[in-house]
């Protein structure tokens, strides 16, 4: 349904050109919900600019539903748009005009009659919880119920791509679970393809099928929900998981770890299980064949989308020998093993 090919955006010339994006290539399926993560200034924003040319690409092509966006003229873009719906942060609504006039107005300006978007504005009013609220205005609304009318706006034209950016980021963690769950019940009832950029790993967590990670301009990472979760491929992957999770090995800790193993150190890992391994009483079986002692500093179980995670941070203690083969043993079952550093074992 969405295919990036190559894009790129640049803003400036010569040295002190910013370049934005670089070479993303990018594909959401028909009814898929992906989500872009990233830092602040990553290009998470730009990206989804793109995807309806909001920003133009410097260079690359973008495709949605079969038709390359950036060879069309403005006429048939205009006529494209209509199926890119899109939420924003801070809602956009018009304070002068109610919540069913704020729905219908992108109705109005393709010329639609009175009658027919009377039919399909109460619909969606409907389907967003908002039916009672239709001839209130935004000032009397909460956030959250801003967001709806946001929505139910963008569904207005009966889009078949839904784009969000970052259109969870000021509502408190109720509110969002609230327009998540929505999102959801949205691409369940009319199929609709949503990509949405956001920096919550709660939302990714919550409702995405895939998930990409940006970092300066670049499409760095990217994978299935439950893989991503599991086990990142990049350092900044385990950084947002980390960070999400909470699960950082103790300060007081963090200052004795060294990088390189020596004789008389032993190495402190994190630990990433999932499926039937974390039912399975892997660790207790380690310390037995391996001779190791195990101490487990944190751990914590995750329910990621029906898959569950299981991650530990613990110390191996032992010679270099029984770690070394301890390692190995936990790579052979599968699980992902990071490790953090090494501390001496008289400490």
Known sequence: MIKLEGVSKTYGAGPTA????????LEVPKGAI??????SGAGKSTLIRCVNLLERPTEGHVIVDGQDLTQQDSEALRQSRHQLGMIFQHFNLLASRTVFDNVALPLELMGVSK???????????DLTGLTDKATQYPAQLSGGQKQRVAIA???ASRPKVLLCDEATSALDPQTTASILELL??????????ILLITHEMEVVKSICHRVGLISDGELVEEADVGDFFTAPATRLGRDFLNAFL????????VERLEETPGKHTHPVVRLAFSGANVATPLISRLARDSGVDVSILQA???????????????????????????LKQLESHNINV??????????
């Open 34 to 39: 992906h989500g872009v993560i990233g830092l």
């Open 300 to 326: 914590k179980v995750e329910s990621i989308q029906g898959r569950t995670l299981g991650l530990m941070i613990a110390e191996l203690i032992g010679t270099p020998e029984t770690t070394s083969q301890a």
């Open 184 to 193: 959801q019940d949205i691409n369940r009832k009319l199929g609709l393809t």
């Open 338 to 347: 990071e490790v953090l550093g090494h501390v001496q074992r008289n400490a």
């Open 18 to 25: 910013v370049h934005a994006l670089k070479n993303i290539d």
């Open 153 to 155: 706006r963008a569904l």
């Open 246 to 253: 909470e699960l950082e090995p103790p300060q007081a800790l």
């Open 115 to 125: 009658g027919e978007i009377r039919e399909r504005v109460t619909p969606l009013l």
